[in-house]
């Protein structure tokens, strides 16, 4: 994963779990990415299907732009995949993340 010079704004509700981290953005971007070009689908392709620019995602898969839930439930449809395998990674980084967590 590429280290970017990004401040972390992490925010940790009241049980210590991390809520919101821009790395969070970043791994569900690159889950995405991994599996467009999985199925050999251009950017511009997915774009096609969400009525949006290749450029927002070209955002979306480098974690610049959040992606919505109603947008990633439409990129799911269309890469015919459930929601959840956007998420490994990230589940993976949180698991982490509150595993080191004090509590």
Do not use: W
């Not at 251009?42 to 979306?60: C, F, H, N, P, R």
């Amino acid at each position: 994963m590429k280290t970017t010079k990004r401040k972390r704004m992490g925010a940790r509700g009241s049980n210590g779990v991390i809520i919101h981290d821009p790395v969070l953005d970043e791994l569900i971007g690159m889950q995405v990415r991994l599996i467009r070009k999985s199925q050999n689908l251009t950017q511009m392709k997915l774009a096609e299907g969400l009525d949006i620019s290749y450029q927002q995602v070209q955002k979306y898969e480098r974690g610049r732009n959040r992606i919505a839930a109603s947008t990633l439930l439409c990129i799911a449809a269309l890469l015919g995949r459930p929601v959840a395998d956007f998420y490994v990674l990230a589940d993976a980084f949180l698991a982490e993340a509150n595993r080191q967590s004090p509590t």
